[in-house]
């Protein structure tokens, strides 16, 4: 009974009561201390929910963007790449009819380098007739000019005055020596008639050979000029061809 009533001044004065309050205040300390942990600890986590969940929901709106700016730029290329298709089947067909043109003027143009080439040979062969037969006609004038300018040969005769003997002598011997006038005649070289015709023929020739080389000249400007317009078609159709392998490099490196 004594111990039941024992007054609660006596049992505070003890010494397990005031370890036991000490324990117990270090205690609840400690859970004060624990539960504002515990608010911080929440506080943080509303905190950082909050901000993932705006930078998921910024992250799918930037994701939509970039999806819709995609297909913008997807169908943009889809559309260039028909008009790069079309373009490219354009230029193919124009290449198949530039080489079927080139396959039938190749032969043609062969054939006209080999008459170019076969009258360029036949003028060089003309000219050197030409200059042949002018050397003859000059060679021919000249003996004409000595034939009809040699003097009579003179009668032999004997005069009283003195005269000295020697150039007498040679005058004789010269005499003696020159034949009768009469009109030589080589192998080659036709006769006067004939001369005269070849006198008019060299200058006929030049004219003849002037229009030819006029002519030749036309066509070689004019093979020239088909030359330059091949060039420039071969030109245009490398770049076009470049450009479109650019354009599909760009395409595809955009598309990877």
């Known amino acids: 009974l004594d111990l039941r009533t024992l007054p609660e001044e006596a049992v505070r004065g003890t010494q397990d009561f005031r370890c036991l309050q000490s324990q117990f205040s270090l205690l609840y300390n400690e859970s004060l201390q624990v539960k504002t942990q515990l ?22 709106s930037e994701e939509l963007s970039v999806q819709k ?19 490219y089947e354009m230029l193919r067909i124009e290449f198949e009819q530039n080489l079927a043109a080139n396959e039938q ?19 060089h062969q003309l000219k050197g007739d030409v200059q042949r037969y002018k050397r003859k006609v000059r060679d021919a004038q000249g003996e004409i000019r000595l034939q009809a300018g040699a003097p009579p ?18 005058e004789e011997v010269e005499v003696k020596k020159e034949p009768p006038p009469t009109p030589v005649r080589d192998p080659e070289t036709p006769t006067t ?32 000029e ?12 490398d770049d076009t061809k ?3 392998a650019d354009i599909l490099k760009q395409l595809r490196t955009e598309l990877k």
């Open 153 to 170: 040969c003179p009668p032999p005769s004997v005069s009283s005055t003195e005269v000295p003997s020697t150039p007498v002598k040679e």
């Open 69 to 87: 700016k995609l297909r913008t730029e997807v169908i943009q290329l889809e559309d260039t790449l028909a008009q790069v298709r079309k373009e």
């Open 39 to 60: 608010d911080e600890a929440r506080a943080h986590l509303l905190n950082t929910k909050n901000s993932h969940l705006r930078q998921i929901e910024r992250m799918e």
């Open 226 to 237: 088909r030359e330059k317009e091949r060039d420039r078609d071969k030109q245009k159709t």
């Open 193 to 224: 008639p004939e001369v005269k015709k070849e006198e008019e023929e060299p200058k006929k020739e030049p004219e003849r050979s002037k229009t030819r080389e006029r002519e030749l000249d036309r066509d070689r400007e004019k093979d020239r």
């Open 105 to 123: 003027a190749g032969p043609i143009n062969r054939e006209m380098r080999h008459l170019i080439g076969s009258l360029q040979n036949h003028n």
């Open 242 to 244: 470049r450009k479109d």
